[in-house]
Nanobody
């Protein structure tokens, strides 16, 4: 059984920084794709960073401020968030498409709250 475990998050003032980490725990799997999503209050879940085959893409609203990094040997994906804005407030989720002997499955982390005050 694979589990995505998130850490980081918290509360910060506008202009501050936070770092999120996600680790895929388990055995007998390979990660095909990892992403970070966020869900702002009253809104749907939005994908903000995606890592596939070493390439990382970002949604326009976080480009230049957020930096994702992946370590496929350790099955981790971090998200460094700088110059945070109040609109970055929300619950952040790690997501992964994971392949094992039975097929490809989608997994979600438990979510971590990020609150940016003005």
């Amino acid at each position: 059984q694979v589990q995505l475990v998130e850490s980081g998050g918290g509360m910060v003032q506008a202009g501050g920084s936070l770092r999120l980490s996600c680790a895929a725990r388990g055995s007998g799997f390979r990660i095909n794709l990892m992403s970070w999503y966020r869900q702002a209050p009253g809104k749907g879940r939005e994908r903000i960073a995606t890592s596939r085959d070493g390439d990382i893409t970002y949604v326009d609203s976080v480009k230049g401020r957020f930096t994702a990094s992946t370590d496929y040997a350790r099955n981790t994906m971090d998200l460094q968030m700088n110059n945070l804005e109040p609109d970055d407030t929300g619950v952040y989720y790690c997501n992964a498409m994971i392949q094992n002997a039975l097929g490809v499955y989608e997994f979600w982390g438990q979510g971590t709250q990020v609150t940016v005050s003005s």
